[in-house]
């Protein structure tokens, strides 16, 4: 009798491609994992319609959603319309009390909407604005892996994000965040596990993390 396979959808961070997770590895004799990119939302679509269709892209049913920052608000609102065996966020929020006050702030101020998003498809060369070794690597992987730049998308998700009005937490989610993360602060993030000196894009530079203990997660009452 053939083990079963368990089928793992993963969604980037906003403006982010789905390149972030080149270096997470599952072991392929337990695992199929499946990349989600970034649809172009329509114009005042809700986040509800846009998790609907993302949701057209997953062909497995009791499939396992994992998201990254927006994205794990994104799997969350997925999650919704799908039968899913495991929902995990990494670096991101499950409701609007997670957010940071400069979010909840700019809610109330509407100061996003201000937010000149289309500079940001006008940086060929992030290395350009970087100065020092270290900021010249840290710019050249911002350039590599925020690569979703078209305008519609930023104000769309930047506004989704800061308005996203979840009160209750989605019972049975795992929440994996890291203690150095800025963009959300773990002193607002409840009930998490916490990866020691873990950043925002820990996805990334702490892949091995990730490899190591996301099987075992995912598979924790699995089946």
Same mark, same amino acid.
């Given at each position: &009798?053939?083990?079963?396979?368990?089928?793992?959808? #993963?969604?980037?961070?906003?403006?982010?491609?789905?390149?972030?997770?080149?270096?997470? $590895?599952?072991?392929? =004799?337990?695992?199929?994992?499946?990349?989600?990119? /970034?649809?172009?939302?329509?114009?005042?679509?809700?986040?509800?319609?846009?998790?609907?269709? &993302?949701?057209?892209?997953? *062909?497995?049913? $009791?499939?396992?959603?994992?998201?990254?920052?927006?994205?794990?608000?994104?799997?969350?609102?997925?999650?919704?319309?799908?039968?899913?065996?495991?929902?995990?966020?990494?670096?991101?929020?499950?409701? $609007? #009390?997670?957010?940071?006050?400069?979010?909840?702030?700019?809610?109330?101020?509407?100061?996003?909407?201000?937010?000149?998003?289309?500079?940001?498809?006008?940086?060929?060369? /992030?290395?350009?604005?970087?100065?020092? =070794?270290?900021?010249?690597?840290?710019?050249?992987?911002?350039?590599?892996?925020?690569?979703?730049?078209?305008?519609?998308?930023? =104000? /769309?998700?930047?506004?989704?994000?800061?308005?996203? =009005?979840?009160?209750?937490?989605? *019972?049975?989610?795992?929440?994996?965040?890291?203690?150095?993360?800025?963009?959300?602060?773990?002193?607002?993030?409840?009930?998490?596990?916490?990866?020691?000196?873990?950043?925002?894009?820990?996805?990334?530079?702490?892949?091995? /993390? #990730?490899?190591?203990?996301?099987?075992?997660?995912?598979?924790?009452?699995?089946?």
């Amino acid at each position: &009798m053939s083990q079963e396979v368990s089928y793992v959808y #993963f969604v980037p961070g906003l403006a982010a491609d789905v390149s972030i997770f080149e270096y997470i $590895k599952l072991p392929e =004799d337990k695992f199929v994992t499946k990349m989600l990119p /970034w649809k172009i939302p329509f114009k005042e679509e809700s986040i509800e319609d846009y998790a609907k269709r &993302m949701c057209d892209d997953v *062909e497995h049913k $009791k499939c396992v959603l994992i998201g990254v920052s927006f994205g794990g608000i994104i799997v969350q609102e997925m999650s919704k319309y799908l039968e899913v065996e495991k929902l995990i966020i990494v670096s991101s929020v499950k409701n $609007k #009390f997670e957010l940071p006050k400069r979010m909840k702030l700019a809610r109330k101020t509407k100061v996003y909407k201000l937010l000149p998003t289309s500079l940001v498809s006008k940086i060929d060369d /992030w290395e350009k604005l970087a100065f020092g =070794d270290f900021a010249k690597k840290r710019a050249a992987m911002y350039q590599k892996y925020l690569s979703v730049s078209d305008k519609e998308y930023l =104000d /769309w998700a930047i506004e989704k994000m800061v308005c996203w =009005d979840q009160e209750e937490t989605i *019972e049975g989610l795992i929440h994996i965040h890291g203690d150095k993360d800025i963009v959300f602060p773990i002193t607002n993030i409840e009930n998490c596990i916490t990866v020691d000196k873990g950043t925002h894009v820990m996805i990334v530079n702490r892949a091995r /993390w #990730f490899n190591k203990h996301l099987p075992e997660i995912i598979n924790d009452n699995l089946h």
